[in-house]
């Protein structure tokens, strides 16, 4: 049975698209296909930024078709590349699929690209001739809006994976095999081979346009000219089911290397310099060229996470175009190739060229040691233990890579089930051990000394392992107006000295994630104020080094490895006050030079603190803030843009949130950071400007001590307490029993009249104002006292004898607690006199 289902035939008007319009898409067709594919099973999409950038996938099932039609919707207009995972795996994934994810084999395929230089609409219609006159028809035929793509469906139930990676990599023989065979008849035929050819993409979990979906190239296929083009189905045939092994064959499996050792590279002295690239074998693909020239990916700068991994991958793709060493080594110590500062910058950097060109050689002929190595590192001191450390995705985040830690025992169970085939018996049978135990005997596992975290400096990677990512964010020049109107009009409420002193912040953080910003900003407001967009909006930028916690209960947790390589903090609502615990955690981790990093199952170890700390809360008290606090820049965030629960779509506040999102989401968060990354900061530091703002000084108030909340009412009422109304003297006398002469209590009446005539003694009127100061001893409340400049006072009159306090004048005990508190706003004499006590009787 033929059901043909056409789609839209690639030619040379698909071809005419402008450049600044994009096709519409057909998701419908996109739904469509995901049910022609795997009925009734698991399909996992995943979404991949043109330009780099974190990654998203979703798996769908029957009666998801709603949810994965907005799904698609979404990444559409976040401007993604869309793919389907061309296996079922076993379950739902939320990152992109490895082999150890695949269930079963269900299809095998090829993916047909233009050679560089060809017209694309020209080598389509080649390719899709050459498939059609090759002699197995396939089930399914896409145009990616790049190239052709081929898929032939296996006759159920196909071939069961058990995400074993040992029969991923046999089942995907078949796929490789059909790679060679349409390769071979490319190659034979010069017209093709001038059009078309097989990209190797043989891997059994493997990606593949979504039809229905934009393809939309990257920076520099744009600059190439490269437009954005609908991927579509060409044809579908559902009767068309191959069986493996008569139909469909596979390749010879691939010899495994011996775990005794692998042949050593050895190099005699500097080799000379190629002339030029073209020296190099013509299998030596432009892009890999292209790696040796710049020393990176100017097209997608966050590919490789070091200098090391760039230069790795040149190698293995050396070896992969049958390159010798000598070549290989010109490559790696040629001072005018870019990919060789790294090599160079080695301690022997021959000896490390020749480290890099036999473990390449390794990875390349066996894949086990290259998969294994790709998502293990041995650590020989972790917390005083040897340890094996992977990488997989944060449960809180999936876009954050965690390094999860594991004995050698746990790790040779992990692999318990996949095996590696390690030599020959006598008779040639083949001999097998578990993958695990091989791996950690081998000479070339992947290995380092210790951990480090040094951001922005290079390290010798025979010997540490650096977790340093780099920013998430590509700065790229570009406008910013509303997320500019959020940082002045909304988190400083219209204050443009503490926006400047946000975007200092800022922009100090981006510029130097070595260090510690030693001042945390806290932003305090009301619900929906967007007091959060800030701190979210900076641990994007951060990615792999930005952390958020919602909960005090992280921070006073025993086990902080999170702390290791992070940059960035981010505590939204996760301070509460009376947490004494968590506010002590807090300040340390703003000042402190150095980070007690607890992992589980070791040893604590130090690390240089290097956190930039922001705070979120819509408590009226957010933070201890002493007197002359220097750690807290306190913000006031504007109520003017917070929308009510329920406000329609059309009210301006709503559109404004969206608008900012839009701006955001579509070049406004890289253009921001390219502005940070451009300003000159000279040797601006947080803590030397940290904005005495009314946010902080109401902080500090929260703050204050019993005693110093007692002064503060009473300099800032400019009445002596104790006082009659009128008088001139500043003497208030220490408590409402007399002392006579000799030495006997006064009678009681007289300390129930003063009581009626307001002239309690002052240390009665310090414990009243506060239960905290009730049983506190007079010895206390004295020096206190003294602490601010009151004197004692003996007063002596008729044969009447008490003891009291002095008041300063007014104007010099408010220039004490602005020295000690900082600026801080009095109701001072309008005729610019200095203030003076209202009232100043004697008793």
Same mark, same amino acid.
Not at 614 to 626: C, F, K, L
């Given at each position: 049975?033929?059901?043909?289902?056409?789609?839209?035939?690639?030619?040379?008007?698909?071809?005419?698209?402008?450049?600044?319009?994009?096709?519409?898409?057909?998701?419908?067709?996109?739904?469509?296909?995901?049910?022609?594919?795997?009925?009734?099973?698991?399909?996992?999409?995943?979404?991949?930024?043109?330009?780099?950038?974190?990654?998203?996938?979703?798996?769908?099932?029957?009666?998801?078709?709603?949810?994965?039609?907005?799904?698609?919707?979404?990444?559409?207009?976040?401007?993604?590349?869309?793919?389907?995972?061309?296996?079922?795996?076993?379950?739902?994934?939320?990152?992109?699929?490895?082999?150890?994810?695949?269930?079963?084999?269900?299809?095998?395929?090829?993916?047909?690209?233009?050679?560089?230089?060809?017209?694309?609409?020209?080598?389509?219609?080649?390719?899709?001739?050459?498939?059609?006159?090759?002699?197995?028809?396939?089930?399914?035929?896409?145009?990616?809006?790049?190239?052709?793509?081929?898929?032939?469906?296996?006759?159920?139930?196909?071939?069961?994976?058990?995400?074993?990676?040992?029969?991923?990599?046999?089942?995907?023989? $078949?796929?490789?095999?059909?790679? @060679?065979?349409?390769?071979?008849?490319?190659?034979?035929?010069?017209?093709?081979?001038?059009?078309?050819?097989?990209?190797?993409?043989?891997?059994?979990?493997?990606?593949?346009?979504?039809?229905?979906?934009?393809?939309?190239?990257?920076?520099? /296929?744009?600059?190439?000219?490269?437009?954005?083009?609908?991927?579509?189905?060409?044809?579908?045939?559902?009767?068309?089911?191959?069986?493996?092994?008569?139909?469909?064959?596979?390749?010879?499996?691939?010899?495994?290397?011996?775990?005794?050792?692998?042949?050593?590279?050895?190099?005699?002295?500097?080799?000379?310099?190629?002339?030029?690239?073209?020296?190099?074998?013509?299998?030596?693909?432009?892009?890999?060229?292209?790696?040796?020239?710049?020393?990176?990916?100017?097209?997608?700068?966050?590919?490789?996470?070091?200098?090391?991994?760039?230069?790795?991958?040149?190698?293995?793709?050396?070896?992969?175009?049958?390159?010798?060493?000598?070549?290989?080594?010109?490559?790696?110590?040629?001072?005018?190739?870019?990919?060789?500062?790294?090599?160079?910058?080695?301690?022997? @950097?021959?000896?490390?060229?020749?480290?890099?060109?036999?473990?390449?050689?390794?990875?390349?002929?066996?894949?086990?040691?290259?998969?294994?190595?790709?998502?293990?590192?041995?650590?020989?001191?972790?917390?005083?233990?040897?340890?094996?450390?992977?990488?997989?995705?944060?449960?809180?985040?999936?876009?954050?890579?965690?390094?999860?830690?594991?004995?050698?025992?746990?790790?040779?169970?992990?692999?318990?089930?996949?095996?590696?085939?390690?030599?020959?018996? /006598?008779?040639?049978?083949?001999?097998?051990?578990?993958?695990?135990?091989?791996?950690?005997?081998?000479?070339?596992?992947?290995?380092?000394?210790?951990? #480090?975290?040094?951001?922005?400096?290079?390290?010798?990677?025979?010997?540490?392992?650096?977790?340093?990512?780099?920013?998430?964010?590509?700065?790229?020049?570009?406008? +910013?107006?509303?997320?500019?109107?959020?940082?002045?009009?909304?988190?400083?409420?219209?204050?443009?000295?503490?926006? /400047?002193?946000?975007?200092?912040?800022?922009?100090?953080?981006?510029?130097?994630?070595?260090?510690?910003?030693?001042?945390?900003?806290?932003?305090?407001?009301?619900?929906?104020?967007?007091?959060?967009?800030?701190?979210?909006?900076?641990?994007?930028?951060?990615?792999?080094? %930005?952390?958020?916690?919602?909960?005090?209960?992280?921070?006073?947790?025993?086990?902080?490895?999170?702390?290791?390589?992070?940059?960035?903090?981010?505590?939204?609502?996760?301070?509460?006050?009376?947490?004494?615990?968590?506010?002590?955690?807090?300040?340390?981790?703003?000042?402190?030079?150095?980070?007690?990093?607890?992992?589980?199952?070791?040893?604590?170890?130090?690390?240089?603190?290097?956190?930039?700390?922001?705070?979120?809360?819509?408590?009226? +008290?957010? #933070?201890?803030?002493?007197?002359?606090?220097?750690?807290?820049?306190?913000?006031?965030?504007?109520?003017?843009?917070?929308?009510?629960?329920?406000?329609?779509?059309?009210?301006?506040?709503?559109?404004?949130?969206?608008?900012?999102?839009?701006?955001?989401?579509?070049?406004?968060?890289?253009?921001?950071?390219?502005?940070?990354?451009?300003?000159?900061?000279?040797?601006?530091?947080?803590?030397?400007?940290?904005?005495?703002?009314?946010?902080?000084?109401?902080?500090?108030?929260?703050?204050?001590?019993?005693?110093?909340?007692?002064?503060?009412?009473?300099?800032?009422?400019?009445?002596?307490?104790?006082?009659?109304?009128?008088?001139?003297?500043?003497?208030?006398?220490?408590?409402?029993?007399?002392?006579?002469?000799?030495?006997?209590?006064?009678?009681?009446?007289?300390?129930?009249?003063?009581?009626?005539? %307001?002239?309690?003694?002052?240390?009665?009127?310090?414990?009243?104002?506060?239960?905290?100061?009730?049983?506190?001893?007079?010895?206390?409340?004295? @020096?206190?006292?003294?602490?601010?400049?009151?004197?004692? $006072? /003996?007063?002596?009159?008729?044969?009447?004898? +008490?003891?009291?306090?002095?008041?300063?004048?007014?104007?010099?005990?408010?220039?004490?607690?602005?020295?000690?508190?900082?600026?801080?706003?009095?109701?001072?004499?309008?005729?610019?006199?200095?203030?003076?006590?209202?009232?100043?009787?004697?008793?």
């Amino acid at each position: 049975m033929s059901d043909v289902i056409p789609g839209a035939e690639p030619g040379p008007k698909a071809e005419g698209l402008s450049a600044d319009t994009l096709p519409e898409a057909k998701l419908e067709e996109a739904v469509a296909h995901l049910a022609r594919v795997r009925p009734g099973g698991l399909v996992a999409l995943t979404a991949i930024p043109p330009d780099g950038g974190p990654t998203k996938t979703q798996t769908f099932g029957p009666g998801d078709e709603g949810a994965a039609r907005q799904w698609l919707e979404d990444r559409t207009r976040e401007g993604m590349n869309l793919y389907w995972t061309v296996n079922p795996t076993r379950g739902r994934i939320r990152s992109k699929a490895k082999k150890e994810d695949i269930e079963n084999l269900d299809w095998i395929h090829v993916d047909i690209d233009p050679v560089d230089g060809a017209d694309p609409a020209e080598a389509r219609a080649a390719a899709l001739t050459f498939l059609g006159d090759y002699k197995l028809q396939p089930t399914l035929t896409l145009d990616s809006g790049g190239g052709i793509q081929a898929f032939f469906r296996i006759e159920e139930p196909g071939l069961y994976i058990g995400c074993n990676l040992e029969v991923a990599e046999q089942a995907e023989c $078949y796929t490789r095999q059909l790679e @060679a065979e349409l390769a071979k008849m490319i190659a034979e035929d010069p017209e093709l081979r001038a059009l078309i050819r097989v990209d190797g993409t043989h891997d059994c979990c493997r990606l593949m346009r979504l039809p229905g979906t934009i393809n939309r190239p990257n920076k520099k /296929k744009r600059d190439a000219g490269r437009e954005p083009r609908l991927a579509s189905v060409v044809e579908y045939h559902p009767g068309r089911v191959y069986s493996l092994g008569d139909e469909l064959t596979a390749a010879p499996p691939r010899n495994a290397s011996p775990s005794a050792g692998q042949p050593t590279v050895q190099l005699e002295g500097d080799p000379p310099r190629l002339r030029d690239l073209d020296e190099l074998p013509s299998a030596v693909t432009n892009r890999t060229r292209m790696l040796i020239v710049q020393g990176d990916d100017p097209d997608d700068p966050l590919r490789y996470n070091s200098r090391s991994e760039v230069t790795f991958a040149v190698c293995c793709e050396l070896v992969r175009a049958n390159c010798s060493n000598e070549q290989i080594a010109l490559v790696l110590l040629d001072p005018d190739f870019g990919i060789s500062a790294h090599t160079r910058a080695q301690k022997g @950097a021959l000896k490390y060229a020749e480290r890099q060109i036999e473990r390449a050689r390794a990875e390349v002929e066996e894949p086990m040691l290259a998969r294994l190595n790709a998502d293990h590192a041995v650590i020989m001191s972790y917390g005083n233990a040897c340890r094996v450390v992977s990488w997989q995705p944060s449960e809180v985040d999936p876009n954050r890579q965690e390094m999860v830690v594991q004995s050698f025992a746990d790790f040779k169970n992990r692999y318990l089930n996949v095996r590696v085939q390690t030599g020959q018996t /006598k008779e040639g049978n083949p001999v097998y051990s578990p993958a695990g135990k091989w791996w950690l005997e081998h000479p070339l596992r992947r290995q380092y000394r210790s951990v #480090v975290f040094l951001p922005n400096e290079e390290v010798d990677d025979r010997f540490e392992y650096n977790l340093w990512r780099g920013l998430a964010v590509q700065p790229r020049a570009g406008e +910013w107006p509303l997320l500019r109107e959020l940082i002045e009009d909304v988190l400083a409420a219209g204050d443009r000295d503490a926006a /400047k002193y946000l975007l200092n912040w800022a922009a100090y953080s981006v510029q130097h994630p070595e260090r510690r910003a030693e001042v945390a900003i806290v932003l305090r407001g009301g619900k929906g104020t967007g007091k959060s967009t800030f701190g979210r909006l900076m641990s994007r930028i951060f990615g792999q080094h %930005g952390t958020t916690i919602a909960s005090s209960h992280t921070m006073t947790s025993n086990f902080n490895k999170p702390l290791h390589d992070c940059c960035l903090l981010f505590a939204d609502e996760a301070l509460a006050r009376g947490e004494s615990k968590a506010e002590g955690i807090i300040k340390s981790l703003i000042t402190e030079p150095n980070i007690m990093i607890e992992p589980k199952g070791v040893d604590p170890f130090p690390s240089r603190n290097r956190l930039k700390v922001i705070i979120a809360s819509n408590d009226e +008290w957010v #933070v201890s803030a002493s007197a002359d606090e220097r750690r807290f820049a306190v913000f006031n965030v504007s109520p003017d843009k917070a929308f009510p629960p329920g406000s329609p779509e059309t009210d301006e506040r709503v559109q404004w949130w969206i608008k900012l999102n839009e701006e955001i989401d579509n070049g406004g968060l890289e253009a921001f950071l390219h502005d940070l990354m451009a300003m000159d900061l000279g040797n601006w530091h947080p803590r030397l400007d940290v904005p005495q703002t009314v946010a902080l000084r109401e902080q500090k108030i929260k703050t204050l001590k019993p005693m110093e909340e007692w002064l503060l009412d009473v300099i800032e009422a400019g009445i002596i307490p104790g006082q009659a109304p009128t008088g001139a003297e500043l003497n208030v006398r220490s408590s409402n029993g007399r002392d006579r002469r000799d030495g006997l209590p006064g009678p009681q009446d007289t300390s129930e009249r003063d009581r009626r005539d %307001g002239c309690a003694g002052l240390y009665d009127l310090l414990r009243q104002s506060s239960p905290a100061l009730r049983n506190v001893s007079d010895a206390r409340l004295g @020096a206190f006292l003294r602490e601010w400049g009151f004197e004692n $006072y /003996k007063h002596q009159q008729a044969g009447d004898y +008490w003891r009291g306090w002095a008041f300063p004048p007014l104007a010099d005990l408010r220039r004490r607690w602005r020295k000690a508190f900082g600026a801080w706003d009095f109701d001072e004499p309008e005729d610019g006199s200095e203030a003076t006590w209202a009232n100043a009787a004697p008793y």
